[in-house]
């Protein structure tokens, strides 16, 4: 084949990327937003929950392996800025109040199971929180010292 034959060739990937354009100018980056979360879903009732876990895992992974565990640090960092120049300091307070209810909460339920799985066994019939039944009688002409 000669130079000649070729002229004008493009291959798939730039005729894809020219194709992409074109959509996206005639319809919209919403578009695109909105066959996405359609795909996903797809995906998600196809494969589960888990299969994004997994491929976000080895993505992260990799990331890591090819930049550095400082490159999380710098992206965290600008996240954290523009979150505060959009919704203001005081969102770090509230969502912090929140988290520590949260937690508070937690760590009564956690406390509560705790003690009732220390608790001896309530005597049958017996509700919660009575008190316990008092110890049958010895009978008579017997004690615990014979």
Known sequence: MSDKDNKGSMTVAEAGRKGGETVRNERGREFYETIGRKGGATVKAERGRSFYEEIGRKGGETVKAERGAKFYEEIGKKGGDRVKATRGPNFYEEIGRKGGQKVKKLIEEGKRAARA???????????EGAAPAAPPSEPAGQSQNE
Do not use: D, K
């Open 117 to 127: 799985a220390m608790a001896p066994p309530a005597a049958e019939g017996a509700e």
